[in-house]
């Protein structure tokens, strides 16, 4: 008797919903939209870098162990996993999707923890890795063979302009590294302080002064050093935003079961 009237005064059936239950769905699904948005933005770039028929794509994010292209469609598919289950849970208000929902909520959750310790100790490994692969790309700078579409050229540029610096670990890098620059050992004009046309190429780059003479590894580690607390309160608010699907999941699962009692409990 005593659960029966318990029920009565905290469920009488989905006609009866208060504003907080319609709230809490009406969250998920539309946090759900955004994860099916972009879930299917990585997989479309994923898919568009590893059928590239330029192939410069793969030459630029392949790796032995961490294959961008395939790591993109992979993420990309599961998030467009994740999105439908947790939309189609709340939409259509199905309990075992609402339970496979939180389970995949809770095992994200579990790999951004390892994920985030293994990147702490392998930060050296990360480090040298990305040293290396830039050094690679810059030798490919101005190779029309390897950068058919110039995007290798534009995204440096892009970086040396953004960060004031040059090269990886200096404006040596592209008479060491590219053999476009090794004779002349001048620099692209992306390494000027302010970039004009041949600005680089004007002297030698131990002798121009209009160039950066800092590397671009230092300029971003300094800049996310700078950044730490931006990037803490981003991390944080991923945190919060997790934490709130994951218990407004969790109400709308309890509300439901509360629900299906209460119609049995009728009957």
Request: with cysteine; net charge negative.
């Amino acid at each position: 008797q005593h659960y029966l009237i318990t029920n009565n005064l905290s469920n009488m059936g989905s006609e009866d919903r208060g504003c907080c239950d319609k709230c809490a769905k009406c969250f998920i699904m539309v946090i759900n939209i955004v994860i099916i948005i972009i879930g299917g933005a990585i997989l479309g770039a994923g898919i568009y870098w590893q059928t590239s028929p330029t192939g410069f794509y793969k030459e630029i994010f392949n790796h032995d162990i961490f294959n961008v292209p395939i790591v993109s469609i992979v993420v990309g598919s599961l998030l467009l996993l994740v999105g439908l289950t947790g939309f189609m849970g709340a939409c259509c208000e199905v309990i075992f999707l609402l339970k496979v929902y939180m389970g995949f909520l809770i095992v994200i959750m579990l790999i951004e923890i390892i994920l985030a310790v293994g990147c702490v100790a392998m930060k050296s490994t990360v480090e040298t890795y990305a040293t290396n692969r830039t050094e690679e790309l810059i030798g490919y700078y101005g190779d029309a063979t390897k950068d058919e579409e110039k995007i290798i050229e534009k995204t440096i540029d892009a970086i040396q302009e953004n960060f004031d610096c040059c090269g990886v670990t200096g404006p040596e890098d592209w008479p060491n590294k590219n053999s476009i620059y090794k004779t002349s050992e001048t620099v692209p004009d992306s390494c000027c302080k302010e970039v004009v046309k041949d600005c680089g190429k004007k002297a030698k780059y131990a002798e121009n002064p209009d160039i950066n003479t800092t590397g671009c590894k230092v300029a971003v580690v300094n800049f996310v050093e700078a950044n730490l607390l931006y990037i803490g309160i981003i991390a944080g608010v991923i945190v919060i935003l997790q934490m709130s699907i994951l218990i407004m999941t969790s109400y709308i699962l309890t509300m439901l079961r509360d629900e299906v009692d209460y119609e049995t409990q009728k009957d």
